[in-house]
């Protein structure tokens, strides 16, 4: 399975503190598996710059994209964008294709583009920036750093503009099968598949529902062949 | 702030696939923000020994606690007992107290305690185990790693054994004000208010609902006196 590798990194004091649960992490991890893109790892940091830029440069030396949600906004606690410069060693101000892009849409709604929203066009040297068509203020794309917003209308916008540009691998084809048995019971004939099938991921996911427990069996590979081949075996060892 | 820190790492390849949507990091996430420990980081590895390993080490070193979710059970992708014990380099095996507790509970069940069941009686050496009122099978704590169940009514009841036995510190206030605004409008006065106050944590979450921007502003803080007088500097640079 040649894939690309990604990791994520979640920047934002609501997820850890409780507050708010997250839901860019799950649309950004069903989104990477489509494009065939293998989501290895995901980090969340609090509004911290040591955490963020120590995050930011390891997850970019360890995988080929990194994507970040949060921290782009005009407010005090908003400082993804200077963390990354500073991972870079990159020079950071406001910038004039961003800061023009946003004069735009400011004259256009009436309101003032104030010291405060200005800061949302601080973007670094080097960077390219992402559309934002919900609300104008663009993310950008630092080497291999994806840098998006937090609020997920504007988080999923950014997702839809910069995927399309990504190679992504072979898809990944997952298959499932729900099997009415304890996990126990089924671990042994189970193990023996995976080893027969090293080029497949398989997992159990055990649940207990009205009482009675069950496991969802899923293989997860992008050789459809083999998987139908381990699924056979999988069905003939366990029959409905 | 004197507040005990901590990390969690969640381990599973059904979350980074997108396959299931996390809620154990949210339930966490309030359970320790109400018992006073800064949840501080949160990772989120796949099934893989080299993976978990090196996270456990690195967030056991930066933390005072570490909260693990997810591969304790008995099938062949069950592998965090043993990358635990790799972790802090400790002998690992069925061990008699974990054992006893499961072959009771499947003589009880009239169910067979075979070997892949057995696998969840692996304990680390020096380990503490850690009870599970839904089905048995405990979970442990390493040093300063807690070892819990990654599915959620399991990992929910493990967290209620474990919280009450950690020292907590003072416990987090927050207040929340929302404000019918722009963020861009507000952020002036509230990097002021936010530098008038280091001692609190000042959070901006804007929403967009119904076509109307606005933000609610989330005050964190030990002491409520001081909040108080915060919000009372918020609500008067602001009046609704």
Redesign the interface.
Known sequence: MTQPTAAML?I????????????N?????????ERGIN?????????DAD?ITGAVKALSAAYDHVFTSGGI??????ITADCIAAAFDAHIDVRDDARALLQAHYDRQG?EF????Q??ARIPDGATLIENPV?VAPGFTMENVHVMAG?P?VFQAMVESILPTLTGGAP?I?RTRRIDR???????P??EL??AYPGL????????KDGRYGVNI?L?GTDADLLDEAVAKLDAAFPA
């Open positions: 979640v934002g004091d609501e997820i850890l503190s409780g507050r708010t649960r997250d839901s992490m799950y649309y950004l991890a069903g989104q990477l598996t989501l290895c790892e995901v980090r969340v940091v609090s509004d955490a906004g005009p407010t005090h606690d908003d309101m104030n010291a405060a929203r800061r949302m609300s609020v209308s990944l997952s304890g996990e126990g019971d089924i671990a042994g189970l193990g995976a080893q991921s398989i997992g159990s996911y055990p649940f207990q899923v997860r």
